[in-house]
Every structure is written in structure tokens, then in C-alpha cells.
């Protein structure tokens, strides 16, 4: 049975915190806010919560994850990080952005991917999630709450529990969020390019077509 956590957006309950973390421990998969919509999560290496989350989804082996990670240091344990990057990342996290970075070796190949090496990466500006990540001590799988009828993530959690509570572990209600996507930013070769403008705001990066 779905557990339903009203965690306040801003002074958020740290024994409330402390299930959800227990709830991704435990092999589960939970909907969580993030700075730009609700989205699904798991841990890291259960390989089981992804398929989960794919058949939620609706998406194959394809359709690659994101880390959402808390700060700076935990991505550079993830992706490769230069001075260059560094400063980037700095300038740009905590935000709604989606980093493309080449990814170390401590990223499963399953969440790589298959010909750029490349991973997702997330630092969402969100007391929640942050909190969240805090207490688990490393990042989350995570992907956008965007089911196969819907063309936009799910803003209201009463309606997430709605539709995906017999299959979801939790569900953290933080009040609505309209969906807006973020910004993706790839990183694979010598600079930065915005390959999808959303509502992260970067305008010293080209994007992808600009002349």
C-alpha cells in the first residue's frame, strides 16, 4: 500500500524525510517534487524499482535515466568534472537544468549512454528533495512523472495517487507543480551547448542550431 507524505515545501519534517529515505532503501519507488515538476525515483543500483518505473512509463531500455544528484561534490563522483565544468555546474546549481556529462566509472552501464558515455545529471532548487538526498548520502534514479496519455508531467500529487498509487511505493505531496521542463545542457565534447531550452536560464550558452 502506497504510503501518502504531506512533507511542507519549505521546513520539511525530518522523520517524514527519514521514511521516504527508508521507503528507496528498501527497493521502492516513490514520486517526489523537483524544482520543475513531480517525478519518479529509485535507488541507484536496484535494478528491479527501474524496470518499474520503465513499465510506469511506459518507455524501453532506450530512454536514458537521470541522477539527481545534492551538490557538486556528489556529481563529481558521477561524471567527469574539468575546471571548465566546474565553474558551469557552480554557476548553474541548484537549478532546474539537466547536465549531459561524460560519465566515471562509478555509473552502471545500464545508465550510460550506449555510444557518447554520457549521463543525466540533476541538482534540483528544491528544500525536498534536497533533504531527501541528505539523508540518503547519495544521488537517486530518477525520471520525469510523464505518463503515456499525458503529454506533461503531473502537477497535482492527489491526482498522481490517483492514477499510480497500487503501483507506487510513496508518494511526496509538496503542493501543486506546474510542469515546466528544464533546461538540457550536453557537455561531451569542448563546450557547453543547450540542446532544449526549458525554464533553467543559461543565455551565455549557444544552442543547438543557433547561428
Not at 70 to 99: C, H, M
Request: proline share 7%; hydrophobic share 35%.
Amino acid at each position: 500500500m502506497v504510503q501518502y507524505l504531506n512533507i511542507h515545501p519549505e521546513n520539511p519534517q525530518q522523520r517524514l524525510i527519514k521514511q521516504v529515505v527508508d521507503i528507496v532503501r528498501r527497493r521502492g519507488v516513490i514520486a517526489y517534487p523537483t524544482d520543475s515538476s513531480y517525478a519518479l525515483a529509485c535507488h541507484v543500483g536496484d535494478k528491479q524499482a527501474q524496470d518499474r518505473i520503465r513499465q510506469i512509463r511506459q518507455i524501453d531500455n532506450k530512454h536514458n535515466f537521470t541522477l539527481v544528484c545534492r551538490d557538486l561534490t556528489e556529481i563529481a563522483s558521477y561524471a567527469q568534472v574539468n575546471n571548465d565544468t566546474y565553474r558551469l555546474l557552480k554557476s548553474l546549481t541548484p537549478g532546474a537544468f539537466t547536465f549531459v556529462l561524460k560519465a566515471t566509472k562509478e555509473v552502471p552501464r545500464s545508465l550510460q549512454h550506449p555510444k557518447r558515455k554520457t549521463v543525466g545529471i540533476r541538482v534540483p532548487n528544491n528544500v525536498v528533495v534536497q533533504r531527501i538526498l541528505q539523508e540518503l548520502g547519495e544521488p537517486m534514479l530518477t525520471s520525469t512523472l510523464i505518463l503515456p496519455d499525458e503529454s506533461e508531467a503531473i502537477a497535482d500529487p492527489y491526482y498522481i495517487n490517483e492514477r499510480l498509487g497500487p503501483v507506487l511505493d510513496a508518494i511526496v505531496d509538496s503542493g501543486v507543480i506546474p510542469y515546466q521542463p528544464t533546461t538540457v545542457i550536453v557537455w561531451d565534447n569542448d563546450f557547453p551547448e543547450i540542446v532544449r531550452q526549458g525554464k533553467g536560464k543559461a543565455d551565455f550558452i549557444a544552442q543547438k542550431g543557433a547561428k
